[in-house]
Structure formats: structure tokens, C-alpha cells
């Protein structure tokens, strides 16, 4: 079935949200951690982080600052620090539940049932029920003209993994560690895997 | 296992990089598809699709000017039209090989055996093999000098996809369309779903 450009104009909001988050493929699954200056925290589930480098080690996050996540972005651009929490298999019911529009005062850890945890030195919160945690510095902040969102570029100043998801060449066994991922809107999935490929290489 | 900044900082150099490319969570798997005003066509495995939007539909994609996928970058620069196809768990591997530095002039299409197919009025060639497939017109293009990295903004303009596995509400099922998702640097997974959840409200 083919969507031409004026085809896709034509669609239902609702619809087209649905569709075309659909079509990006898999997506990350992440909790995002902040707080206020006053210590309101937020938690907020977020599909939109990217990898953009590995030294320094930077990720991106895309926010738009029309819904529930608002206080989140207020709160990075306040504290400059946030968190990033792997949304596992065993609370994705809870994860999917901060996305609700509570007000300004409630913590969405409150709220869906999950357990904030400080670090020492880091303002941010962290997920106690999270295995892999990281903790970041926001670095760049890029508010896209082109349709009002905003790119987050963030530092990762600190990394929580459990030793055994990680193989001696440093790659991290997410499906050992329960994450999940995010298709469309609202749709999670476990994963299995098919296997790891070798470096590429023209000969091979 | 808790890795501070500085540790982060000393990881050798191929080890960081398998390990911060893990840590974003599961991505997604795409080919991208771009040709030269010549019609030199290539094909590019990237992971780094963002959804920026949907009204109207953008897509941000992040490249890495320094590697195979120099050529990729260059062609979307010149003709400012590209294609995302899905990748399928039937070719995963070829779509990984993809990532081999190729010479100019080699099409990356002929050396891993998938095929080059063109629609009329669109210069960038898709996958006929891929069962879900995005036509792009770039419209921004953000150099981030934090790491030398390439931000493209594209609107999609084409989209191809399965009726069969489009919801009534407009989600796509990516699992049945065979869909693949990357973790890391070289390892793909297939998907189970876990269940689609309800729009979250504060008071359900």
C-alpha cells in the first residue's frame, strides 16, 4: 500500500501520529529521571534516545515540550543533569504509565509505583528497579525550528550495568538484562536474538 | 558494575565503543538508500533513526562523516533525497555487510546482493526486498560540532508498507512484517510482543 505525500496530509491526526511513529522501526525504551531545583522529581518514558558518539560518549534525546513531558525538559534545562533508566520486561506496565499528564508536584515515581534513588553527587534521580542506569551532563541544547522540538545532547558521566550482561569486548547483553523496546506509540516487545555479526569487511 | 567519567574515559578505544553503543537500548535497523547526480546508488546500515515528528512526518537521522557511510552522507548533500527500508530478519546479514568500506563506484546494492529498485519520480533507489519502505526529502541539515557528527532532517514523502499489517488505528505491526532490531554494534534480534497498553491517563 503506497502513501504518497498529499496521501499522508490527508490522514486523521490520531492515525498519522500512530502510523508514522510505526515507521521509524524499533525504538528505545527509556525512563528519563530529573528533577526541579526545589527536588521534584519527574520521570518520564521516552522513545527518542539516539547514540550520536562514543568519545566523549554523547546521547541525543528528542523532547517535545507540548505534553506530558514538559516538566522534564524545564527540569534538564534547570539542573542540567538527568538520568536514563532501561525500561525492563518486569515493569513496562508502570514505564508506559508516566506518559499520563499528572500535574506539576506529582512524582510520577509516586505515581506509578517506582523507587527513586540518588547517588551521591548526582542531583538527578535514578530507577532502583532499573539494571542498566546511566547518569548525564546536558551538553548541547538544539530547539528545532522545523517543528518546535527540542534535541538534548548529553554527556554520560556515569554507567550502572550489571557485570555479567557484559561481554569482554564491551557490548552489553540488553535481552539478559530484560530491556524492552517500543514500536509505535505504545506497543513493547522482549527480544531474541538472532545473532551477532562479524566486522564488515569488503572480502567477507 | 559502576563506571564514573574518568573510567569512562579510559576504556579502550573499540571496547567504548561497543559498550556506549549498547547502552542507548535497542535501535533501529535501517537501510538507507541514496544515489549521485551520476546514479552511482548506495546502500548503508544505520541504527540512528529518530522520529522528530509527525505533522508533518520528519525523520532525524545521525551520520558519521568518517566512515563507509561517507558516500551516503555526500549523495543525500547532492540529491537531497534518500530512502529508509526496513531491515528484515530474511536479510539481515546482507544488510550488515553493507557497513564494509566499498570503494566509490561500488554499489553496495550488487556487492551484498539485495536489489535496487526505482520509483518514478524519486532519484534514490529502495530495496525491492524490504516489505516496509520510506521515501525522504532532506530538509535540514545540522553539522554538530560537539563530535563532527551530521544531524539530516528529512520529511517523508513516500511510504510503502504492507495493508495487511496496519492497524485500524494506523500502528504498524513491525514483528510481522519481520522487522529486526540492533543492539550494540553487530548484534540483531527479532521481537516478541509483550502487549500494546492503553493511553495512559492519570487516574487509570
Same mark, same amino acid.
Given at each position: 500500500m503506497i502513501f504518497t505525500s498529499d496521501d499522508l496530509q490527508r490522514l486523521d491526526t490520531r492515525y498519522r501520529a500512530a502510523f508514522a511513529n510505526s515507521l521509524t522501526g524499533f525504538k528505545a525504551a527509556n525512563l528519563v529521571g530529573s528533577a526541579d531545583a526545589d527536588g521534584n522529581q519527574n520521570l518520564a518514558i521516552m522513545s527518542s534516545a539516539v547514540h550520536?558518539? !562514543?568519545?566523549?560518549?554523547l546521547i541525543g534525546l528528542v523532547l517535545r515540550p !507540548?505534553? =506530558?513531558?514538559q516538566h522534564t525538559l524545564e527540569n534538564i534545562l534547570e539542573l542540567r543533569s538527568y538520568t536514563l533508566n532501561h525500561v525492563h520486561e518486569s515493569f513496562y506496565q508502570e514505564a508506559h504509565q508516566t506518559a499520563a499528564r499528572y500535574p506539576?508536584?506529582? !512524582?510520577e515515581f509516586v505515581a506509578v509505583g517506582l523507587t527513586a534513588e540518588l547517588v551521591e553527587g548526582f542531583p538527578a534521580p535514578f530507577i532502583a528497579e532499573a539494571r542498566i542506569r546511566l547518569g548525564l551532563e546536558l551538553r548541547e541544547h538544539h530547539p528545532? =525550528?522545523?517543528?518546535g522540538t527540542h534535541l538534548l545532547i548529553g554527556e554520560v558521566v556515569l554507567v550502572d550495568v550489571p557485570?555479567?550482561?557484559?561481554a569482554e569486548d564491551g557490548s552489553v547483553d540488553l535481552g539478559a538484562s530484560g530491556t524492552v523496546t517500543i514500536s509505535g506509540l505504545d506497543c513493547y516487545h522482549r527480544v531474541q536474538q538472532l545473532g551477532r555479526l562479524a566486522y564488515a569487511k569488503p572480502d567477507l
Open positions: 550520536l558518539g !562514543s568519545h566523549p560518549f !507540548s505534553d =506530558a513531558r506539576r508536584g506529582v !512524582s528545532l =525550528a522545523i517543528n557485570d555479567t550482561n557484559v
